[in-house]
């Protein structure tokens, strides 16, 4: 009888929440621990998995060959993640003090190309840094150089591409920031004697910082795993964590291996979140609900 | 008295918007000065433009002798108390007091003697460790006095700062304001919309209405001798008739008004000239007969007790309800009745009202001095 009561009182919860449990469960949930799972199979000989319990996967992650290609991988991400700063930080900037029809402009070039596939636009800057490509006949016929440049398929390719898929992604926690900052304390700063410069660095920089934590998480995160960045940019010259976790599945058939990988990765990513909620930063900002 | 600081023909436009419309004063050296005027009346703006966060379209503003017309807000000998206090929320109490001095590279031990001689002028002893966030609305109004005075500058600009708190806490931080003005010497410019407050803790007033300077001068002077009809409504509670100037005699006047005539004294007016009249509801009087000089009757509303004196309210024939104040247990005439209304003359103010010059000249009259002296407001 009681339980009977209680079901009715939770009736119309399960009715309206459970459309959403089941969204997450079957398309988020129930895959992560499927990942979870097979990262402590085995492979099988033909390609398949093997479910015996083993920690083997997760061993040997850390052989000397997979330690180069995280150092590159993080490398890259953190070089794409400061490049990102210093081109967004002005861009949000302004794009925060502008009027508002000029902001909604701003707004759309950053977000407009996000509706193209980002593979085509990537493909655009291969015809444009290739040897034959647009940046090298321009030089040669300015006769700035007598050679064409190697621009493609080298590493600066590969953060030039990174921070162009990636950018948006900065730009908008910035903005957010930049733009919630009470411009009376600009005010204030200013009446108490600070210049424009000292203004920015006591009150600006420190109030927006959690936009550029939030903007940085957001980059590093998937600079650590656009494989098809490195693919095309980087013609295969640049391994990253996510070619690694890429070729697991696809070209070595070894599903346990990049299950370990990826679970490697989601954690190094929880743990970055954490460290932004813990100083003061709001998921929200992050954009990714 | 010097001038602290000097307005002189400032204007300033938002677009098309005219907000400031040729105002000058002078604030004197030692000054608590305040600008009065409701909402949109420009005080703040003109605020704004002596901190150097706005800049006049046109005319100048000198500080202590100087120019200071195109100087930066961090160029300027004046510091600003913000309505919304604008304390750096990211420091503490102590680095938010520090702030000024740290950005004129003072020394550190200078820094530390003077944060804790402000703490304790602002009564917040003990509080150098704690963030703007943990501090109660009056806390946070103390720390950003005691931010702006330590640069101990030569004005300090108050936009209404007591405008968030409650009125218990307001009507004792006026007191404190006043005390510390008056122990530091510094110049005071106070932005409110609050009369009383205004009246209250001012050495001079400012009346402002949409961009204009409408009076400027002692409490006293604004409250019993207003100069235009906006200024008397807007200083506390007054009676205000729109009459015309029957006859002149010596030192009095014959009004007569919408519904009946009543007298004051002469302020230089003309004949037929077309003025206001401003009545306290203190000065009104009434009585069981008519009173010389006076024809002008109504019937009684309301009396209503309020504490140490009652509020009636006696309606006039064209429906103009008029205020009176009268002590507790005065007699007073019983509702419904018909009863007579005068005042002594020289308690009604008058005003020169802007239509008169219209008025003056259809009728050629001498426009006379007061002509000048209105057109020059």
Not at chain 2, 36 to 65: D, H, Q, W, Y
Not at chain 2, 132 to 153: C, D, E, F, H, W
Not at chain 2, 309 to 330: D, T
Request: proline share 4%; glycine share 8%; charged share 20%.
């Amino acid at each position: 009888m009681k339980l009977k009561q209680r079901f009715k009182k939770s009736l119309p919860k399960l009715v309206t929440v459970s459309p959403v449990s089941i969204w997450l469960l079957i398309l988020i949930a129930i895959p992560l621990v499927y990942v979870l799972v097979i990262s402590f199979a085995s492979r099988s000989p033909s390609g398949g998995i093997e479910f015996a319990f083993t920690l083997e996967n997760y061993g040997k992650l850390a052989s000397a060959d997979y330690l180069k290609i995280y150092g590159q991988s993080i490398l890259i991400a953190f070089f794409t993640t400061v490049i990102s700063i210093f081109i967004s930080y002005p861009f949000a900037y302004h794009m925060a003090n502008s009027s508002k029809t000029k902001r909604t402009i701003l707004m759309l070039l950053v977000i407009v190309p996000f509706w193209t596939n980002s593979l085509i636009r990537l493909y655009g800057w291969k015809t444009i840094l290739g040897t034959e490509g647009v940046l090298n006949n321009l030089l040669m016929d300015a006769h700035i150089i007598k050679e064409p440049l190697n621009m493609l398929f080298t590493t600066p390719a590969v953060v030039l591409g990174m921070c162009y898929t990636l950018l948006p992604f900065m730009i908008l926690p910035l903005y957010a920031s930049i733009e919630k900052l009470d411009r009376a304390l600009l005010e204030a700063a200013s009446d108490l004697g600070a210049k424009r410069i000292h203004s920015f660095f006591h009150v600006t920089l420190p109030l927006t910082s959690p936009g550029i934590f939030a903007g940085s998480i957001m980059v590093f995160i998937p600079a650590l795993g656009y494989f098809f960045v490195s693919d095309l940019l980087g013609g295969g010259n640049t391994m990253l964590i996510g070619n690694l976790i890429k070729n697991q599945f696809n070209t070595s058939q070894n599903w346990p291996l990049g299950a370990a990988l990826s679970i490697v990765l989601i954690i190094v990513t929880l743990i970055l979140v954490k460290i932004y909620t813990k100083v003061g930063g709001k998921i929200d900002d992050l954009g990714v609900a | 008295m010097k001038p602290m600081v000097e307005i002189t023909n400032v204007n300033k436009y938002y677009g098309d918007n005219h907000v400031v419309k040729d105002v000058s004063f002078s604030i004197f050296d030692g000054e608590f000065l305040t600008m009065l005027g409701p909402s949109g009346c420009g005080k703040t703006t003109t605020l704004r433009m002596i901190a150097g966060f706005e800049e006049p379209t046109n005319g100048s503003i000198l500080v202590g002798g100087e120019n200071v017309s195109d100087k930066e807000p961090f160029e300027r000998d004046v510091n600003t108390v913000f309505q919304s206090y604008a304390l750096f929320p990211h420091k503490t109490i102590y680095d938010n007091i520090a702030f000024g001095l740290k950005m004129k590279k003072v020394k550190k031990e200078e820094i530390k003697e003077r944060v804790t001689e402000m703490l304790s002028l602002v009564q917040l002893e003990g509080f150098e460790k704690r963030m703007p966030s943990q501090l109660s609305g009056g806390q946070k109004q103390r720390v950003a006095i005691a931010r702006a005075l330590i640069n101990r500058p030569k004005v300090l600009l108050l936009d209404e700062p007591l405008g968030a708190l409650d009125l218990k806490l307001r009507k004792q931080m006026q007191i404190e304001l006043k005390r510390l003005q008056k122990k530091l010497g510094i110049t005071f410019v106070y932005v409110t919309h609050d009369q009383e407050e205004a009246l209250t803790m001012s050495d001079r007033i400012a009346v402002m209405n949409g961009g204009i300077l409408e009076q400027l001068g002692t409490p006293d002077e604004i409250y019993e001798k207003p100069k235009s009809k906006f200024v008397a409504d807007f200083i506390g509670e007054s009676n205000v008739f729109e009459a015309r100037v029957e006859e002149v005699q010596k030192g009095a006047l014959s009004l007569r008004t919408e519904t009946g005539t009543v007298t004051a004294k002469n302020d230089a007016c003309v004949q037929n000239e077309i003025v206001y009249i401003s009545v306290r509801p203190e000065k009104l009087q009434f009585s069981e007969k008519e009173v010389e000089g006076f024809h002008l009757t109504g019937v009684v509303k309301e009396h209503i007790y309020v504490g140490s004196f009652i509020r009636s309210i006696v309606v006039l024939q064209n429906g103009f309800e008029v205020k009176l104040n009268r002590l507790a247990g005065s007699d007073l005439p019983p509702v419904a009745s018909v009863t007579n209304l005068y005042w002594e003359k020289e308690h009604a103010v008058v005003m020169h009202s802007r239509q008169h010059q219209i008025f003056s000249l259809i009728d050629n009259v001498d426009l006379g001095e007061h002509y000048e002296t209105e057109t020059a407001l």
